[in-house]
């Protein structure tokens, strides 16, 4: 091996060492781009201070359209997920649990599949673990504008919507428990009541 070859080749290596050992760190965020992992806290909007109906449609892992408008009148728990998630995967049976307790009241569940680059790893996903309500497969992430400035950082994300399709709650980053959910779900129920 030459000289010139044998450089580049140490060159190379010691680039590919620091880019390995980077991924190793435990600096959390993206630089300038004020990433804040989520952390699991409810974040509740006040009824007055609601924005307007979120805008989300898109065609689901099974190839069904789903709008999101076309629920308005139920309170709707919309989860972010990703199947290489590992809070993901951890909160789905809480979920799976809580959208059959709600089965017969005015509450729909929906994911939002991003990143899977298959709707198969996905469609697959969900049946391992039992879910039966839809998501939307959205590799690219571009249904999540439609939710404003209550769009999540990162998977997992669980908003709650009111009847009109507001976001009356955000959990960005794992939710802490099904009580913690139902809870959410219960009182924004009742604000109709």
């Known amino acids: 091996?030459?000289?010139?070859?044998?450089?580049?080749a140490v060159v190379a290596a010691a680039l590919a060492a620091v880019l390995l050992l980077s991924a190793c760190s435990g600096i959390e965020g993206t630089g300038d781009s004020d990433y804040?992992?989520?952390?699991?806290?409810v974040?509740?909007?006040?009824l007055d201070?609601?924005?307007a109906p979120v805008d989300v449609s898109g065609e689901t892992v099974q190839g069904d359209p789903l709008d999101l408008s076309d629920l308005r009148g139920k309170v709707v728990v919309l989860n972010v997920w990703w199947s290489?998630?590992?809070?993901?995967?951890?909160e789905m049976p809480?979920?799976?649990?809580?959208?059959?307790e709600y089965d017969d009241a005015d509450v729909a569940f929906v994911g939002i599949n991003i990143r899977d680059l298959a709707p198969e790893n996905a469609a697959a996903f969900e049946r391992d673990r039992g879910v039966d309500y839809p998501s939307i497969y959205d590799p690219g992430s571009e249904t999540l504008l439609g939710l404003g400035g209550y769009a999540p950082y990162a998977p997992p994300a669980t908003l709650v919507l009111d009847r009109e399709g507001r976001v009356a709650a955000l959990v960005n980053?794992?939710?802490?428990?099904?009580?913690t959910l139902t809870t959410v779900v219960?009182?924004?129920l009742a604000e109709d009541a």
């Open 49 to 51: 201070d609601r924005e």
């Open 186 to 188: 219960d009182d924004t």
């Open 173 to 179: 980053g794992p939710i802490p428990s099904r009580s």
């Open 43 to 46: 974040i509740e909007v006040a």
């Open 36 to 41: 804040v992992s989520g952390d699991g806290k």
């Open 84 to 90: 290489g998630c590992g809070p993901c995967r951890t």
């Open 1 to 8: 091996m030459s000289r010139v070859a044998r450089a580049v």
């Open 94 to 100: 809480m979920l799976v649990q809580a959208a059959a």
